[in-house]
């Protein structure tokens, strides 16, 4: 059975967030909110983890999966990006948007997409995700709590409990966080390309 954390809001209690972080660390599966929608994460080295998020959404080994940063000097160690766009990317940071960017070494090669060799990256605003992301010290690899067939996210923590109990190992809950997934950017090939539009607006990379 999944463990239950009711984290507060603004002031997640360091306990709390030092029992979260231990599970992604013995290879836990966790679900977590974000600041546009509950995410699933583990630690980039976690097979089992990850091989749990494929089945639980469906996933082929084309999708591309999201390391979640802390801040802009983790993210920069993890993808390659020009000066171009750099200025781009970190006024744009933390909040609701993914970029696709082609990977350093220090991405497993699991978490690749096959043929580009490239990896999601974001930077969240929301404090609970802030405070196990500085915990932990390293990014969650993450995908958004989508399940197959469904339209929208589930919202809420014990829905997130109740469907997934026997599958994740902890549901983070601090809240409601919205139902609308990031704005997704390709920038791999150095111009930017919508893939999805979401919570950010994309105005900023298509004018």
């Not at 998020?53 to 920069?76: E, V």
């Not at 978490?111 to 915990?135: C, D, N, W, Y």
Request: net charge negative; with cysteine; charged share 25%.
């Amino acid at each position: 059975m999944a463990r239950y954390f009711d984290v507060h809001p603004d002031n997640p209690q360091p306990r709390s967030i030092h029992q979260v972080v231990d599970l992604v660390r013995q290879d836990g599966l966790i679900a977590y909110p974000t600041d546009s929608c509950f995410a699933l994460g583990c630690r980039m080295g976690s097979k089992d983890a990850l091989d749990r998020i494929r089945a639980i959404r469906h996933l082929d080994d084309r999708h591309h999966f999201t390391l979640m940063c802390h801040d802009f000097a983790q993210l920069g160690q993890f993808v390659q990006i020009n000066n171009a766009l750099f200025r781009a990317v970190k006024s744009s940071t933390p909040g609701p948007y993914t970029f696709i960017l082609p990977a350093t070494r220090e991405v497993p090669r699991r978490l690749l997409h096959p043929r580009k060799k490239t990896v999601g990256v974001r930077i969240t605003s929301h404090v609970t995700a802030q405070a196990i992301l500085a915990e932990l010290g390293e990014p969650l690899v993450s995908s958004t709590l989508l399940l197959p067939g469904e339209k929208e996210p589930m919202t809420h923590g014990w829905e997130i409990k109740e469907a997934l109990d026997h599958q994740i190992d902890a549901v983070v809950d601090s809240g409601e966080c919205g139902t609308e997934p990031t704005t997704v950017i390709d920038l791999s090939d150095g111009v930017p390309e919508v893939l999805r539009a979401g919570a950010g607006d994309p105005a900023r990379f298509t004018d």
